[in-house]
């Protein structure tokens, strides 16, 4: 089991930026890819970012690359989702999770934290 708690949520203004925490806990956090996903009302939960366990291989959807940068520190059991150049597109509650292999389709992961909402104003 893995535990996955997101924090770093907030309201912030179009233009501006968020870094976003999932602490895990449980079983050896290097083990498992890590995936941040986001869920706007009235849509279905998107792939935004994954990142290897190691750190060395990234990956983001089309809609985020160049202005989202997703690491790790497998020390303090974390990944970082840091938001930059946000648009009001951008807002999404954002969910982490866990699988020990690469994939961008949310039904593939084992685990998932409960979310954090990000709201960005015009």
């Known amino acids: 089991q893995v535990q996955l708690v997101e924090s770093g949520g907030g309201l912030v203004q179009a233009g501006g930026s968020l870094r976003l925490s999932c602490a895990a806990s449980g079983r050896t956090f290097s083990s498992y890819f890590m995936g941040w996903f986001r869920q706007a009302p009235g849509k279905e939960r998107e792939f935004v970012a994954a990142i290897s366990w190691s750190g060395g291989s990234t990956y983001y959807a089309d809609s985020v690359k160049g202005r989202f940068t997703i690491s790790r520190d497998n020390a303090k059991m974390t990944v970082y989702l840091r938001m930059g150049s946000l648009i009001p597109e951008d807002t999404a509650v954002y969910y982490c999770?866990?699988?020990?292999?690469?994939?961008?389709?949310?039904?593939?992961?084992?685990?998932w934290g409960q979310g954090t909402q990000v709201t960005v104003s015009s």
């Open positions: 999770a866990a699988r020990q292999r690469m994939s961008n389709h949310p039904s593939q992961y084992d685990y």
